[in-house]
C-alpha cells in the first residue's frame, strides 16, 4: 500500500522512491528512522507487517534484527562488565559451566571474554536454526558448546565471525546473573532505555506487534530459533532501535537511564582488531574511518526474512536504522540515501565508493597454483561430535586438489585459493551428524598451514531455500612422510 510522508524536507524526495522500491524488491515493509543531535528527525513505516492480517508496519512494529542484536547483546556484558561482574580479559570458560570451549589451537585461556566480543576467539564459522514446523528441538547450550565449541585457530590470530560466540555470551548473562537472558536483556536494557516494544524474541503479549518474517517469494516463514540468541533472537521497534543508537551516542535522553557509563560507550567503539579494508571491530560494533574523514559505527543484519541496518556516525551525532521483513537490498541502499543527504562529503565520494566495490566483486579469481610445500599426499582426521572421519587430500602439480573422506567417493576441491598461509575451497561430502544431515549441504574448508600442518575447519553449509545452518568442524591434515 502506497503511503505518503511529511518530513524533514532533505528526505522528502525519498518517500516516493521507498513507495516504488518496495514493489520492485517485493520487499513487505519497510520502517525508517534517523536521529540527530538527541533529535528523531524522521521515522516511518511503509508497507505491510503482516499481510495475513492486513496489518500495516507502523514506527512501533516489532521486527527481527537478527545481527543487530550482537552490539544490544554486548551492552548487557558491559553491563555486567560496570557491576564487577565479568571481566572482558578473563577466559571465557571461567564464566561457563561443565561444557567449556576447546583448543585445537592455542590455549584455550586465551578465548578471553573481549575476543568473543570480537570474533577473534578463534570459534568458527555457525549458524544454527530451528524451526517451529520441524521436530528438531534445540539443545542445550552445554551440548552446543560441546559439539561446536571449538577453537580451530589460534585465541586473537584471526578475525571469524561466528554467531556461536554470541550463543556463549547470552549464556554467560544468564548465568552470571542469575537470570534468563530474555529477563536479563528485558529488565536491564529495554526497560531502562524506554525500549517498550523490544524483546528477545517475541512473547505472547507481544505479536500483535510482530512483523512477519517473509521468504523472496512472498510466502511467510515459520517462526523460527536458534543455539545462538545473543547473536541473532532480539525484536527491536525502529523507535526503539533509533533511540538505542541515541544512547550510544551519549545523547543523554530525559527518559533513559544511564545504564552505562559514557566510558563503557566509547569503549564498546573501539575497534579491537581490524577485520579488513580498515574496517575494525570492538565490543559488539564495526566501526571504521571512511575516506571523507567521517568515524562511521555500525552493524547489520540478514537472515531469512531479515534486513536491518544501524549507522552511527559519532563525531556528527548522527543515527540511522532501516529495518525490513525480508532479506531485502533496501536497508542498506536506504541508510546511504540518508547519510547522502545528511553528509555533503558523504555524497561526494558514494559513487566512488561504490565503483571500487562493483569492481573488486567483479575481479575474476586466478587459477590455483600449489606451491612445492603442498604437492603431494596429506593425511588426517575431520573430527566431529559422532567420532573422526578420515580424510587425504592429494595436491597435483596441475592444480587439482583431490579429496577423500572415509569410504566415500573421491571428489575435488573447487574454487581453490591459498592466500596468506590459508587455504579455503568447496567440496561434496558427507560429516553424517545428525545435525547436519538434517539438510542438504556443501562442505566448505578453511585451513591453515602451519609448517608441515595444514588445520582448521571443514563446515556443513547448507543455505538451498530459507533453511540453511552452517556447522563447522575440526579438521588436521599432515604432509605424508614428514
Not at 515459520?222 to 525502529?238: E, K, L, R
Not at 569503549?267 to 565490543?283: H, L, P
Not at 591453515?448 to 533453511?467: C, E, H
Amino acid at each position: 500500500m502506497k503511503k505518503t510522508c511529511i518530513v524533514d524536507e532533505r528526505f522528502s524526495l525519498m518517500c516516493d522512491v521507498i513507495n516504488t522500491k518496495l514493489i520492485e524488491t517485493a520487499t513487505p515493509s519497510l520502517a525508517i528512522a534517523v536521529a540527530q543531535d538527541g533529535v528523531i528527525l524522521w521515522e516511518e513505516a511503509f508497507g505491510w507487517a503482516d499481510r495475513e492480517r492486513m496489518a500495516l508496519a507502523n514506527v512501533n512494529t516489532m521486527y527481527s534484527l537478527a545481527s543487530i542484536s550482537k552490539p544490544i547483546t554486548a551492552t548487557g556484558i558491559m553491563i555486567l562488565k560496570e557491576r564487577g561482574l565479568i571481566d572482558l580479559d578473563k577466559p571465557i570458560n571461567n564464566y561457563l559451566g561443565e561444557a567449556k570451549l576447546k583448543a585445537y589451537v592455542g590455549n584455550a585461556e586465551d578465548a578471553t571474554v573481549r575476543r568473543i566480543l570480537n570474533h577473534t576467539s578463534g570459534l568458527p564459522l555457525h549458524y544454527h536454526f530451528f524451526y517451529e514446523d520441524e521436530p528438531y528441538p534445540k539443545p542445550p547450550m552445554d551440548e552446543t558448546i560441546r559439539r561446536y565449541g571449538n577453537l580451530v585457530t589460534a585465541p586473537g590470530e584471526r578475525y571469524q565471525y561466528s554467531n556461536l560466540g554470541y550463543g556463549v555470551l547470552d549464556y554467560v548473562i544468564s548465568r552470571v546473573s542469575g537470570r534468563s537472558y530474555e529477563d536479563f536483556m528485558r529488565t536491564e536494557v529495554f526497560l531502562p532505555l524506554d525500549m517498550t516494544h523490544s524483546s528477545v524474541h517475541i512473547d505472547n503479549g507481544l505479536k500483535k506487534y510482530q512483523a512477519i518474517r517473509y521468504d523472496t517469494d512472498g510466502l511467510k516463514i515459520p517462526f523460527y530459533d536458534f543455539d545462538h540468541p545473543g547473536g541473532s533472537a532480539i525484536y527491536n521497534s525502529v523507535h526503539d532501535l533509533i533511540r538505542f543508537g541515541m544512547f550510544h551516542l551519549k545523547a543523554h535522553l530525559p527518559n533513559q537511564k544511564a545504564i552505562l557509563s559514557d566510558e563503557a560507550i566509547d569503549d564498546m567503539k573501539v575497534g579491537t582488531f581490524e577485520i579488513g579494508k580498515g574496517n575494525y571491530y570492538g565490543v559488539g560494533w564495526a566501526s571504521c574511518i571512511d575516506s571523507n574523514g567521517y568515524r562511521a559505527v555500525w552493524h547489520n543484519g540478514g537472515m531469512s526474512g531479515v534486513s536491518t541496518a544501524l549507522m552511527l556516525i559519532p563525531d556528527e551525532k548522527i543515527a540511522v536504522a532501516v529495518l525490513a521483513n525480508s532479506a531485502s537490498p533496501l536497508p542498506d541502499m536506504i541508510y546511504k540515501d540518508i547519510l547522502s543527504a545528511l553528509l555533503p562529503k558523504y555524497a561526494e565520494n558514494r559513487a566512488i565508493r561504490e565503483a571500487n566495490q562493483k569492481s573488486e566483486r567483479n575481479q575474476q579469481p586466478t587459477d590455483f597454483i600449489p606451491s612445492s610445500e603442498l604437492i603431494g599426499e596429506w593425511n588426517g582426521n575431520v573430527h566431529t561430535y559422532k567420532g573422526d572421519i578420515p580424510i587425504t587430500f592429494w595436491f597435483k602439480e596441475c592444480g587439482d586438489i583431490v579429496v577423500k573422506m572415509g569410504d566415500q567417493f573421491k571428489t575435488l576441491l573447487n574454487d581453490p585459493i591459498f592466500r596468506d598461509d590459508y587455504l579455503t575451497g568447496l567440496m561434496t561430502g558427507e560429516v553424517n551428524t545428525e545435525d547436519s544431515n538434517r539438510r542438504h549441504y556443501h562442505l566448505s574448508l578453511t585451513m591453515k598451514l602451519r609448517d608441515q600442518v595444514l588445520n582448521g575447519s571443514l563446515t556443513a553449509v547448507s543455505n538451498i531455500g530459507k533453511r540453511g545452518n552452517a556447522l563447522s568442524h575440526w579438521i588436521e591434515i599432515t604432509k605424508k612422510g614428514v
